[in-house]
């Protein structure tokens, strides 16, 4: 089945440093992916939509300076977290789409002490 | 744009017995349905999906059906066991859009030993 990986799967860094989360799609070519903001007991919040070579979409109130997001190939996007603050800590899920299904990578838990 | 509901918010079963969780949508141009089952601390895995040419799709213990006038799908899960304990979110899409998966509140799933 198809495989989307991210690594770290959690990661503790302090304020004011910036963090760099990678999503892989294994054994497919994604030409969009998707990050998403989980808190605790709740849904999947969709932070932005990334095409290959193309700049990412962000949803409504996601600040795109804060959020940056890379998209270089069909098989990989970042996420990095500029200047993290304690309540950026959440968990953070990337999705990629072959086609018509939408596959989930593990999560990263990102901690800001 | 889409609105999906998802109900119950939790459920409780004795191993063995059934569980069914129930999703409406609100965009009648929506034609994928796919069911995730997120285990704490991971990412949702795609389990099921339903398309709309289509009123039931099973996959061993695991069934979906849709109600295309009604515009409400369900996720039917027979013979539980322990392990089927997590959250499990519907959303709904217009395949082949670009639009973003529409989800579901989810369900925390609870099966009973």
């Known amino acids: 089945g198809a495989v989307v990986s991210q690594h770290p799967s959690w990661v503790i860094c302090k304020s004011g440093t910036s963090v760099k989360i990678e999503c892989r799609s294994l054994d497919f070519q994604a030409t969009t992916m998707f990050w998403y903001r989980q808190f605790p007991k709740q849904s999947l919040m969709l932070m932005a939509t990334?095409?290959?070579?193309?700049?990412?979409?962000?949803e409504q109130g996601v600040e795109k300076d804060k959020f940056l997001i890379n998209h270089a190939s069909l098989t990989l996007s970042t996420l990095t977290v500029t200047s993290a603050h304690p309540e950026d800590s959440s968990f953070y899920i990337c999705?990629?789409?072959?086609?018509?299904?939408?596959?989930f990578g593990p999560g990263t838990r990102l901690t800001v002490t | 744009g889409e609105n999906v509901e998802q109900h119950p918010s939790t459920l409780s079963v004795q191993e063995g017995d059934s569980a069914v969780i129930k999703c409406t949508y609100s965009d009648s141009a929506s034609n994928y349905f796919p069911w995730y089952k997120q285990e704490l601390g991971k990412g949702p895995q795609l389990i099921i999906d339903?398309?709309?040419?289509?009123g039931e799709k099973k996959d061993q213990r695991i069934a979906v059906t849709l109600n295309k006038t009604a515009k409400h799908f369900s996720l039917h899960i027979t013979e539980t066991q322990p392990e089927d304990s997590a959250v499990y979110f519907c959303a709904a899409i217009i395949s082949g859009s670009a639009r973003q998966l529409t989800f579901g509140s989810g369900t925390q799933l609870t099966v009973l030993p």
């Open positions: 999705s990629a789409r072959p086609l018509y299904e939408q596959y």
């Open positions: 990334s095409n290959e070579g193309s700049k990412a979409t962000y």
């Open positions: 339903i398309r709309s040419n289509v």
